[in-house]
């Protein structure tokens, strides 16, 4: 299939941007091998020496094979770079079946299987890594149940928000260059505020001083860029957790402690969730805000332009991808890589303290996007600045 090459080059020349002499390891469960072994066929070509594929079952190392290179290898493995790639699955709520809410809410283990476990906060990356789902036929099939070309549909998804046309590599240069450039135009502002309205409800959602806005690529010293998530295409602000005022409403359904939850509104009230309602849901809503007292709180905003095709959209959107199709507020813990000098905090404790960072063991994020969503920023000077009207992003970058 044409989209399953082009996600392929996508994952190595964009999410991993692997160059010649990179030593690539690829961790991946049996289900995918298939996949893992077509992207160690072309990696391999962009390298020039082996790549190593990993087969791992319930966290263990069941075999481990290389894909060699048609020629000899040049390249010393003593002076070869290290690039990690995880392909992952898709997260099997099912498993949760027999756990009630509270036992999911806390047991971290749970937690994380439910895809609501906020990650640690001080771990920093000493190699390009990346995670990329891979879309099988069977995901496809219980995401599309009844479609006679279930595949299809979900690759028509996808490519609503992943540039997989005939020129993507270009399409993809053309929005991360936006990214980097919204960015500097953002931080130049040293925006305190935003400010987002959606028809009738509003939040004024303050900004932690000492983080900046920053856009999905990740930077190694001294000169290594990569994508560590292959669907993240939005621009992110850490949050003051003490300042959220106002009301707002998710936009689509989506899942929290393994339950779907539609139609949720959220109240805040110097920084705390004060009242919320759902049309679905509110059990699954109450037992995630009691993990812990951050979880009342907001620690990152994620803004994503609204797609204009959303024809193929399913009706219960895969967790992996929610964060790619509607701007989010995440509740509880925040990401530290919006602060610089992470070495300085002793563990987060000390980082929370140090920063006003939220830090929780909650990550749940919650979409607002719509195309009638409009969202300004108040700069340092308190002047409003509009930043997004109908979903779209409108401040000048030039």
């Given at each position: 299939m044409l989209e399953e090459q082009r996600y392929i080059d996508t994952i190595l020349n964009v999410s991993l941007q692997l160059r010649e002499g990179e030593a690539l390891s690829i961790n991946s469960g049996e289900r995918n091998m298939s996949f893992a072994q077509k992207v160690a066929q072309k990696a391999v070509e962009i390298s020039g020496i082996p790549v190593k594929i990993v087969s791992i079952e319930e966290g263990e190392v069941k075999e481990v094979f290389t894909v060699d290179p048609v020629h000899k290898e040049m390249i010393a493995e003593d002076s070869q770079s290290k690039v990690l790639l995880y392909l992952s699955e898709p997260l099997d709520l099912s498993i949760l079946e027999d756990n009630t809410l509270k036992e999911i809410a806390h047991n971290p283990p749970l937690l994380q299987g439910a895809g609501n476990l906020c990650p640690p906060q001080l771990d920093r990356p000493v190699a390009p890594f990346a995670i990329a789902p891979v879309p099988t036929a069977s995901w496809a099939r219980r995401i599309y149940s009844g479609e006679k070309e279930p595949l299809r549909s979900f690759w028509s998804f996808l490519s609503s928000f992943l540039p997989l046309g005939d020129t993507f590599l270009n399409d993809w240069i053309t929005v991360l260059r936006r990214n980097v450039a919204l960015?500097?135009?953002?931080?130049?502002?040293?925006?305190?505020?935003?400010?987002i309205k959606q028809e009738e409800h509003a939040l004024s959602l303050p900004l932690l001083a000492t983080s900046q806005a920053r856009q999905s690529l990740h930077h190694l010293p001294p000169d290594r860029v990569f994508l560590p998530r292959i669907s993240a295409r939005g621009i992110s602000f850490l949050t003051d957790p003490k300042g959220s005022e106002g009301t707002i409403?998710?936009?689509?359904?989506?899942?929290?402690?393994a339950e779907r939850v539609k139609d949720l509104s959220l109240i805040f009230s110097e920084g705390n969730i004060t009242s919320y309602d759902a049309n679905t849901g509110m059990d699954a809503v109450q037992e995630a805000l009691s993990i812990?007292?951050?979880?009342?709180?907001?620690?990152?905003?994620?803004?994503?332009?609204?797609l204009t095709d959303t024809t193929h959209f399913p009706d219960d959107i895969p967790p992996e991808f929610m964060g790619s199709v509607s701007s989010f507020i995440t509740l509880g813990g925040g990401e530290s890589n919006h602060l610089k000098n992470l070495d300085l905090y002793e563990n987060e404790e000390d980082?929370?303290?140090?920063?006003?960072?939220?830090?929780?063991?909650?990550?749940?994020?919650?979409?607002?996007?719509?195309?009638?969503t409009d969202i300004d920023m108040i700069d340092r000077d308190g002047h409003t600045v509009p930043l997004m009207r109908d979903g779209k992003f409108v401040l000048y970058t030039e």
């Open positions: 960015v500097k135009a953002i931080n130049a502002l040293s925006p305190t505020h935003l400010i409403r998710s936009s689509l359904p989506f899942r929290l402690l812990d007292e951050k979880a009342r709180k907001i620690g990152l905003c994620t803004l994503v332009e609204e980082l929370q303290e140090k920063t006003g960072m939220n830090i929780s063991l909650l990550k749940a994020d919650i979409p607002f996007g719509s195309r009638d």
